[in-house]
Every structure is written in structure tokens, then in C-alpha cells.
């Protein structure tokens, strides 16, 4: 599939979700025009952080991971369960990496175990308050455990 980055708002969330969509069908994906509507566009830090984090769950091939990258290309494998432990440092909001990796955690054949290392409040980002308080509990109530 073939996903324009500068559709709607034109930042991260397009790219986020896309990859998230292309883990859950298997199918590869090309992003292009990545957060065409920001300044400066490209991939920052946390993107690939967030993109980083799925293709490991997904053992995927992905190109043009890299900062200020306007495109890149998404191959995920299959999805696996097992124990992760990820630090993004400062690259980024861990409530936005969820975004992308709840998805896909959702699906995997086997219970996931995540360790993530970074910031839970951060500008332009969900508190991890939102998600310890209303985003878990809902999808509890769905049959995520998380």
C-alpha cells in the first residue's frame, strides 16, 4: 500500500497509524511525503523510535530510516509475542509510541511483555495518565490486557 504523509493534519499520527496497519495486514507499505505539513518534515527522532519499535515486533525490513527522511518503506514478517525492553531516551513521548505498537501487540500469537524507557509527558503528546486511565481500561474492557 502507498500512504501520502502530507493527507489531514500531515504529521506523525499518519505515519504511526500506517505502520501499525501495514504490521496487522503483512502487507509492506510505502510512506511518502512523511510530515510534509511540519517544519522541519521528515522523520524526527521519535518517529523512528515508534517505527523502530513495531519493526522489531514484526521483524520487518524497513527503508529510509533516518532522520529527515520523507519516505520510507515498510516490510513487516509475522507478528511475535516474547519480552521487549525499549529506550527511546528523549526521542519521544513512550504514550505516542503505544499509538503505533498497542495495535500491533494486540495481535501477536503469544502474550507480549514491553519494557519502555522514555517520557510520559511531553508536549503535543498524550499524558500517560490518559493511558493508564481511560485508553488501558477501555481496551480492557475489549479483551486487551495491558
Known amino acids: ?52 519499535t513495531v519493526a522489531m515486533l514484526t521483524n520487518a525490513e524497513v527503508e529510509g ?23 527511546v531516551g528523549s526521542a519521544g513521548s513512550i504514550t505516542l509510541i503505544l499509538q503505533a505498537l498497542a495495535p500491533v501487540a494486540a495481535y501477536a500469537p503469544s502474550p507480549i511483555e514491553l519494557e519502555i524507557v522514555g517520557e510520559t509527558n511531553t508536549k503535543w503528546s498524550p499524558p500517560i495518565e490518559y493511558v493508564r486511565e481511560v485508553l488501558l481500561p477501555t481496551l480492557k474492557r475489549m479483551g486487551f490486557e495491558g
Open 65 to 87: 530510516l533516518e532522520v529527515g527522511s520523507l519516505e520510507i518503506n515498510f516490510n513487516p514478517k509475522t507478528i511475535k509475542g516474547g519480552g521487549f525492553s525499549f529506550d
Open 1 to 52: 500500500m502507498e500512504i501520502d504523509g502530507s493527507l489531514l493534519e500531515g504529521g506523525g499520527q499518519i505515519l504511526r497509524t500506517s505502520v501499525a496497519l501495514s504490521a496487522l495486514t503483512g502487507r509492506p507499505a510505502k510512506i511518502f511525503n512523511v510530515r510534509a505539513r511540519r517544519n522541519p518534515p521528515g522523520l524526527r527522532l521519535q518517529h523512528l523510535a515508534a517505527i523502530k
